[in-house]
């Protein structure tokens, strides 16, 4: 498979992707709220180099994807809406389509009372997202293309390669 970003391109990108988001909250506490399960990898990368004093972690998890193709569809547990109300969240994304997902997600976070949404993602397909989701803190734009890496996959496989490639291309 073709590699779109190398390992050492992505450890350089999260290492400053922590100093932005560091200097953005400074002491304000914030909750870093992993998106499962395509962030993991990045979110354990970025969330040891932050040293934020009042940060704290959760995870959950929202489906919306099956297969190489979008559902149209954004699941998200209900139940758990309720624990974010009144924090400051950082959402943890590991990558942002057609904007969707985050778009449903952030809507119901507020919905839910939380005092404020940011949004991290690690890719964003920009020309497909068209701006319809802002993020804050994004770690590379990349083509309209299906990627997997760095704990994306397809079909559960390929999370482990510690870079990013296009699926299917030489
Ligand atoms: P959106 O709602 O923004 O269209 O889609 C977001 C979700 O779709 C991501 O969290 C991810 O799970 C999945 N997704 C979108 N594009 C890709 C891709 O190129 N590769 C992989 N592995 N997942 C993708």
Redesign the pocket.
């Known amino acids: 498979m073709k590699i779109l970003i190398d390992e050492a391109a992505i450890q350089r990108r999260v290492t400053e992707l922590a100093a932005d988001i560091r200097t953005a909250y400074g002491a304000e506490p914030f909750l870093f709220l992993v ?1 499962l399960k ?1 962030a993991f990898m990045f979110a354990a990368d970025l969330f040891r180099r932050i040293g934020a004093p009042g940060m704290r972690i959760d995870f959950i998890r929202l489906s ?2 099956r297969g190489t193709h ?1 559902s149209g569809k954004v699941e998200i547990p209900k139940g758990e809406l309720a624990h974010f109300a009144g924090q400051n969240i950082l959402i943890v ?10 778009e449903v997600f952030t809507k119901a976070l507020t919905d839910a009372g939380a005092r404020s949404v940011r949004i991290c993602s690690f890719l964003e ?1 920009t020309t497909v997202n068209n701006g319809r989701v802002k993020i804050d803190f994004l770690g590379f734009p990349i083509p309209d293309k ?3 890496g760095y704990g ?3 079909d559960e496989m390929h999370r482990d390669l510690p870079h990013v490639a296009v699926y299917n291309e030489e």
């Open positions: 998106v395509g919306s994807y979008s994304e590991d990558i942002v389509d057609t904007g969707l997902t985050l397909k299906f990627v997997v994306l996959d397809c």
